[in-house]
């Protein structure tokens, strides 16, 4: 027979929402079709945008599931989930519920619909409220089950469609199998009319599929994708998966012939999915033999909460690799202690009989305890010293550089240098460990010694760049380094770039995307990721990472004017970024000795030490931290403009404000550090063509009626006799020149509030862009095309003046017989726009229209030739009373005629 498919129910399909802030429920027993109705639900939300996530509870914590989906670390808390599905239309399927299932998310908001599916109740508490608030679509066997109509899309036999609706009560798993096998008997026939009704690949493949939770895309060849077809296998989020009652019908029936199919399939699989195989089917000695390799650190580092529940199901701890995958697979779920414990005991035990295992175990415990318990990271950087000889060159130089972190930690640099100097001893020159991590470390390290940030920023590039092609998982961390050293350089675009693409793909490095996103919205001055971004940080249990978020928090709000608010985010956390800001917004609340109390410590680190100089000089205002700041880098007084504004700088002190862009000095009205600069003062841009309008340094200014006439008699060149006589024509001379000087110590007060003659001394303006100026000299280089774009009409508008009125007549007249001489002499498709101009300026320029005529007539534009001819007749007729001259009529002839008999006709 044919294979048949899921047939769609469009009756259950309506009624499930399609809105967020409802949860649907569907309790039944196996077979009924919960998983295949929850997948058209959710195909259809995922057409309109909604992201689809789905987890399986018989697969393992829905926990751990959803957080390796969302790219979270360890295992988060429920709270955590619900800030982060939140943040887009999402769909949560949770499937295989049972009523001892861990379910605290609270009833879903509009960003959420959540879908259930379980055998039995459920007693997640928001059931009976969503369900009072009308928010619970509650769907049963009795609803699930199929109606006759619905047997019979499956079946064009309507006899046979009534025969098995009839004998298997509409349940839907009963119908999809008779419908195949064609037998009713379903107890005993199943396992055997599935067997028969496919072929034997399609048989082996779903025998492997009863062991996995489900096989990825890469998998899928061709008798998976007819399993697909016919029904048997549902693809999902996470892959293909086999029906769950037909994988207990399977271990029912087929239990060895499983046992075997894995057996002979496992190496196909990856590494997740061959362990959790041989658990599924009891092959204890297959997954202890996985387990007891280096394999073990390979699952412990991508499924660590995995890793724990099949070394558990396994008796005992077992042997070494097994152990050792099992404390770091501890350390990535947040269990320290007990990791710590169970690696120094197997570090000890493996001293003699296994060096690579022990050094492995006492560089785990180095490079995690640090933040936690700084002394057992230290011991256990002596204990793995002790056995470097003893190991090959790239374990040695693996665990030499693990405790790099510790040492830095302990402020042991002359250390910290030797074992990563040793490390890079052990290796050729051209091994890639040489470059990063090692090379790296010890850029990082110059930069903390000897404040060399150009060097370490340019290390940070190339590393990236190399991360970028190896698609490593250290890649966020690397653009969030290279990000806050460019902070500091005051390059904040390229900063913010960096920090958005260390958040491009989730989940490679939970912590540096986490702080990458919090800088990222402190640069953009956005408060609502912070929330979430805190939430994060405690739940990595990283008291650092939640300092530092809380600290960019509170700098944010700080910086938005919420300065009460910034003190109280703070305050839950004492670490050095919180201090700082604490002691930061309590200066500006006019605490001032509370700041000072709040100071924290002077920092080692070289990066916070800038920030920490920075806050100190800004609530004390003592120079000696100005002096710290331009000597802690090598960019010298450069850095200052990344924590200070030039406003803060001491006024006796002009020669530090050159490192700030001269804009900023100039908004200052620093006097002494313009004088210094001068030559960089951008030029002020005066518009008098159409328009007026004063800019200066990217800022429009505005002038009293007086000041701007006189702004545009200085432009035009008059002298000050004349500006005089002008502006006040009923004074005498010495009442209208001393009007005249008040007015010019306004104009330059206006134009240059910084005190220094940059734009306007004596009555000369100088380093200055006038419009009126660039259309005279295009005038006298008869450049039509700079004068066509150039010239808008009125001139100066507001300012009426006797000397202007005879400026913008002479200016119109010379405008127009350049536009004109241009548009006669050139080519029609160039010189039809210069005469249009003309006609625009001056409508009864005869000639102007004769050449426009017959450019257009060479290019063939009849209607356009009539349309400006009739135009201008009508004008000439209106203005002057009289026509147009025989030459420019005789141009139209031909065309009029016509024309006009048409006209007749209509």
């Not at 426009?852 to 135009?871: C, E, M, P, T, W």
């Amino acid at each position: 027979m044919e294979h048949a498919t899921w047939v769609l129910r469009p009756r259950l399909l309506e009624a499930l929402p399609t809105r967020g802030g409802y949860v649907v429920w569907l309790q039944a027993p196996y077979g009924y079709g919960k998983t295949v109705l929850l997948q058209q639900w959710t195909d259809r939300l995922r057409a309109h945008g909604w992201r689809v996530l789905w987890a399986d509870a018989a697969t393992g914590s829905l926990l751990e599931q959803l957080g390796r989906m969302l790219g979270l670390p360890g295992l988060p808390s429920w709270a955590l989930l619900q800030c982060v599905l939140t943040e887009s239309p999402t769909v949560l399927v949770l499937d295989d519920l049972t009523p001892d299932t861990l379910l605290s998310l609270r009833l879903p908001s509009e960003n959420l619909l959540l879908g259930l599916a379980s055998r039995g109740e459920l007693r997640w508490p928001e059931l009976p409220r969503a369900r009072t608030a009308g928010r619970l679509v509650h769907l049963t066997a009795d609803d699930l089950r199929f109606r006759l109509a619905e047997v019979q899309q499956l079946l064009a036999d309507g006899a046979r469609a009534y025969e098995i609706w009839e004998r298997t009560g509409g349940w839907p798993i009963a119908v999809h199998v008779a419908a195949l096998t064609g037998t009713l008997d379903l107890q005993s026939a199943l396992a055997q009319g599935v067997r028969e009704s496919l072929g034997q690949q399609e048989w082996e493949v779903l025998l492997l599929l009863s062991a996995v939770p489900a096989l990825p895309e890469e998998l899928a060849e061709g008798p998976l994708r007819r399993l697909q077809a016919s029904g048997f296998v549902q693809r999902t989020a996470q892959g293909f998966r086999l029906h769950a009652l037909f994988t207990e019908v399977l271990h029912a029936c087929a239990w060895t012939e499983i046992q075997e199919s894995v057996r002979r399939r496992a190496a196909d699989l990856p590494l997740e999915l061959r362990a959790e195989a041989y658990l599924r089917a009891a092959l204890w000695r297959e997954l202890e033999a996985l387990l007891e390799s280096p394999a073990a650190l390979d699952l412990a580092s991508t499924v660590p909460s995995s890793l724990v529940r099949w070394c558990r199901a396994l008796p005992g701890m077992g042997g070494p690799w097994r152990r050792l995958g099992y404390g770091m697979a501890l350390c990535l779920t947040g269990r320290l202690g007990e990791a710590f414990h169970r690696l120094e005991r197997l570090a000890r035990e493996a001293d003699r009989l296994d060096p690579e295992v022990a050094i492995r175990a006492w560089g785990l415990i180095a490079y995690n305890a640090p933040e936690v318990d700084l002394e057992l990271a230290l011991r256990a950087v002596d204990e793995g010293y002790r056995l470097v000889p003893r190991v090959d060159p790239h374990s040695a130089a693996r665990f030499l550089n693990w405790t790099c972190w510790p040492l830095w930690k302990a402020r042991q640099l002359e250390r910290f240098q030797a074992v990563l100097e040793e490390a890079r001893s052990l290796l050729p020159a051209d091994d890639p460990y040489v470059f990063h991590p090692i090379g790296y470390n010890l850029a990082f390290l110059r930069w903390q010694q000897q404040g060399d940030l150009d060097y370490y920023l340019a290390y940070n590039r190339r590393t990236a760049e190399a991360q970028e092609r190896e698609r490593s998982h250290n890649l966020p961390l690397t653009l969030l380094q290279t990000g806050r050293l460019l902070l500091l350089a005051g390059r904040r675009e390229e900063a913010l770039t960096c920090f958005r693409t260390a958040q491009a793909q989730p989940g490679r490095n939970f912590w540096a995307e986490a702080l990458a996103a919090a800088w990222q919205a402190c640069l953009e001055r956005k408060c609502e990721p912070f929330e979430r971004l805190v939430t994060l940080a405690e739940t990595s249990e990283n008291p650092e990472l939640e300092d530092a978020v809380r600290g960019l928090w509170a700098r944010t709000l700080r910086e938005t004017g919420c300065v009460d608010e910034a003190a109280q985010v703070v305050r839950p956390a004492r670490g050095f970024w919180s201090q700082l800001e604490l002691a930061l917004s309590l200066w500006h609340l006019g605490r001032g000795d509370e700041a000072v109390a709040s100071l924290p410590s002077p920092p080692y680190d070289r990066e916070e030490r800038a920030y920490y100089h920075a806050a100190r000089y800004r609530i004390l205002r003592r120079e000696e931290d100005l002096e710290a700041l331009c000597g802690l880098t090598s960019l010298g007084s450069r850095i200052l403009p990344a924590l200070l504004s030039v406003s803060e700088l001491p006024p006796h002190r002009p020669e530090l404000a050159d490192a700030y862009p001269i804009e900023a000095v100039l908004r200052a009205g620093w006097k002494e550090a313009v004088e210094r600069r001068l030559d960089e003062v951008p030029p002020l841009v005066v518009e008098i063509l159409g328009r007026f309008r004063l800019t200066r340094v990217g800022e429009e200014l505005s002038l009293s009626p007086t000041a701007r006439a006189l702004l545009v008699l200085l432009v035009m060149g008059r002298e000050l006799e004349e500006v005089a006589g002008q502006l006040w024509p009923d004074a005498d001379a010495d009442q209208a020149r001393n009007n005249l000087h008040v007015q010019l110590h306004h104009l330059r007060r206006a134009l240059q509030p910084w005190r220094v003659p940059t734009y306007l001394a004596g009555n000369a303006l100088r380093n200055t862009r006038v419009d009126f100026w660039d259309l005279e000299a295009a005038l006298q280089q008869e450049d039509a095309k700079s004068v066509l774009r150039l010239y808008r009409e009125p001139l100066a508008p507001g300012v009426d003046l006797p000397a202007v009125d005879e400026v913008r007549y002479a200016l119109q007249r010379r405008v127009v017989h350049c536009l004109y001489q241009a548009g006669r002499d050139a080519a029609p498709e160039e010189g039809i726009a210069y005469l249009e101009r003309v006609l625009e300026l001056d409508p009864t320029h005869e000639p102007a229209l004769q050449a426009l005529l017959r450019h257009l007539l060479s290019l063939g534009h009849r209607q356009a030739v009539l349309r400006f001819y009739r135009d201008f007749e009508e004008r000439l007729r209106e203005e002057v009373g009289v026509a147009p001259l025989p030459e420019t009529r005789a141009l139209v002839q031909d065309y009029l005629r016509p024309a006009l008999l048409d006209r007749r006709r209509r």
